[in-house]
């Protein structure tokens, strides 16, 4: 599993509120990224990062930020949680060969 | 941007039988195409993926094609078992920018 871990695993927190999802990864892998996962929606990106600072939008970004100070950590926040981004969001990282080893998962609901 | 499109969205299959699960993507950019396997309340998992310099590749019961002039590829598992039964997502990669387009994945049920 590439040594990737997500915290917290769930979370349930009402609408209007700031949330912050964290992916840690202890393999140094250059690449990070975070998706949301909705059933008939497959995987959607919402940003990645190609390294410590650098970070990029992805296609479903409105509402979301991300920040990357250390290459193990990157951070998901959503600075005022509503009721559309109720979903399951994973983590991955790019492995050697551009295949993507995935976190295990955070179930998000917002009330 | 990349786009992937999947199917079929569903599929089910007796044990034993051949299941086929197509992708088209439409960025000529992408060169990398992973397929992964994510069962109930897990995280997906990389089964097999093919380069764009490559036409097939095979690993045991799974293996996968790419058409890059057509821009589709498949997923073809023989002699299925229940344990196949998941849902399957395929994806274009662009490896030089590091971005991945998912396809909006497949559920495959395997009947014993």
């Known amino acids: 599993d590439a040594g990737i871990t997500q915290s917290p695993r769930h979370k349930v927190t009402e609408t209007g509120t700031p949330v912050t999802l964290r992916c840690h990864q202890t393999?140094?892998?250059?690449?990070m990224y975070w998706y949301r996962q909705d059933p008939g929606h497959g995987l959607r990106l919402i940003h990645y990062?190609?390294?410590?600072?650098?970070?990029d939008k992805g296609e479903v970004s409105d509402g979301y930020s991300v920040s990357r100070s250390k290459t193990e950590d990157f951070l998901l926040t959503l600075e005022s949680a509503t009721s559309s981004q109720t979903s399951v969001y994973f983590c991955a990282t790019q492995g050697q060969f551009s295949e993507q080893y995935f976190g295990p998962g955070t179930r998000l609901t917002v009330t | 941007g990349e786009n992937v499109e999947q199917h079929p969205s569903t599929l089910s299959v007796q044990e034993g039988d051949s299941a086929v699960i197509k992708c088209t993507y439409s960025d000529s950019a992408s060169n990398y195409f992973p397929w992964y396997k994510q069962e109930l309340g897990k995280r997906p998992q990389l089964i097999i993926d093919?380069?764009?310099?490559?036409g097939e590749k095979k690993d045991q019961r799974i293996a996968v094609t790419l058409n890059k002039t057509a821009k589709h590829f498949s997923l073809h598992i023989t002699e299925t078992q229940p344990e196949d039964s998941a849902v399957y997502f395929c994806a274009a990669t662009d490896a030089n920018a590091g971005k991945s387009t998912f396809g909006d994945g497949t559920t495959l049920t395997v009947k014993p």
């Open positions: 393999e140094n892998h250059r690449y």
């Open positions: 093919i380069r764009s310099n490559v």
């Open positions: 990062s190609y390294g410590v600072k650098d970070t």
